[in-house]
């Protein structure tokens, strides 16, 4: 009889062994499928990589949890946009020509979209710039274009670095932040229409080619202050200019001693300037350093002010306006509660030129002709460091532009514009977010 059990036993298991590969294969294939369906729908993840250790980088910023509704929510890439975010992990070029950066040097970050013609020009004067091979050079592309990737590429003069903004609406033809299929328009109702949007203050629903502007702008902030090896624990200055910022030969050596001079000559300075608030303005050519608002053509400033920046990315993203430096002035600035000033010389050091704004580049009936062409009166002065140590500081207290109260000029007002936003801050650091 105990025969007989066992025997029964061993044949009744067999069927049993022969499924167990089978209900292993089945098993492994639903987790694949599981894990796909979670990186091909929406991308959302409540821990992201610390690239500084521990949580010490995190503390001013620890208040922001509060404000959030959801976790963080990134677009279904496309193979374009994740090939361009493996390039942002490839190394800087031409540092077998440049091995070291100088101790004391200044990272410059230059942002792009698809203005070749004034690329070339920028590129140029970055060349004859005094000291530019003591640094770093990063650009920042918002949008793919073979063209600009090409003249970037060809830079020789110091080490060089290229990004490229994955969530660009540039990237997305047929899904957000590119335009989607049920998309709202201009001042459709979507309830007449059935449309999908939420309109801004004036009523216009959103456009990708507008809103891409703030997108690139707090992307490339947060990748290139959090997310990069390169400027991983670098407490240093970084500049930033744009591509129709035409940049004197004494920009560099101008803008190191600046910033050696701000502590002591202007320590409620947040930032640097190479250029004065007025874009028109050459300067006022005292023997005198001027602190004003700080302007948005060469400007510079440390971790320090872009934690304190960072602190208040619910207000940027939540503000109804789709420029990026209108937002800081009417409402970033303003919620620090003292004046944000800036030290500068007397004389511009940087210049704004083109008639063609950021996102009015080529391939567009609308697009702006100009063929790049910007010729400026640099005297000899202009070639060498021409700010001296001892001058003292004149002190702008009446700041003109756009104040606190300004309500926005509109174009940000879709939720999923502010949300990714929201996401792009929060993409490199590793906290707990929770849904509520």
Known sequence: MAFYRKSRAVKDALPLRRMLPFALLVLLAVL?????????????????????????????????????????????????????????????????????????HTKIVLYVHNRPQYL???????AAVEGISETMLIVSHDGYFAEMDRIVQDIRF??????????????FPDGFPGVSPGDCHDKDDPIVTKCNGTADQYGNHRSPRTVSLKH???????????????????SGHILFIEEDHYIYPNAYRNLQLLIGLKPMKCPECYAANLSPMDVNSIGEGW?????????????????????????KAKEFCSFDEYNWDITMWATVYPSFGTPVYTLRGPRRSAAHFGKCGLHQGRGKSSSCIDNGEARFQLDEIDKILNIKPDWKVHVVKKQSGYQAGFKGWGGWGDERDRELCLSFAYMYHDVQISSG
């Open 120 to 126: 070339r020009l920028v590129v140029s004067s970055l």
């Open 287 to 311: 023997d005198m350093l001027v602190a004003e608002k700080m302007g948005n053509v060469g400007y510079s400033f440390n971790r320090t002010v872009w934690r304190k920046i960072h602190t």
């Open 158 to 171: 110091c080490q060089a670095k290229q990004i490229f903004a994955p969530y660009s609406p540039h990237l």
């Open 216 to 234: 690139h702008w707090w992307w490339m902030m947060n990748t290139v202050w959090d997310g990069m090896e390169e400027t991983k624990g670098f």
């Open 32 to 104: 694949l499928v599981t894990f796909l369906l979670r990186v091909g729908t929406v991308t959302s993840s409540s821990s992201f990589v610390n690239m500084y250790g521990g949580s010490a980088v995190w503390e001013t910023d620890r208040s922001l949890v509060i404000h959030l509704k959801s976790e963080l929510k990134l677009p279904k890439q496309s193979i374009l946009s994740m090939s361009l975010d493996q390039r942002n992990k490839l190394p800087p070029w031409n540092m077998d020509r440049f091995p070291n950066l100088a101790k004391d």
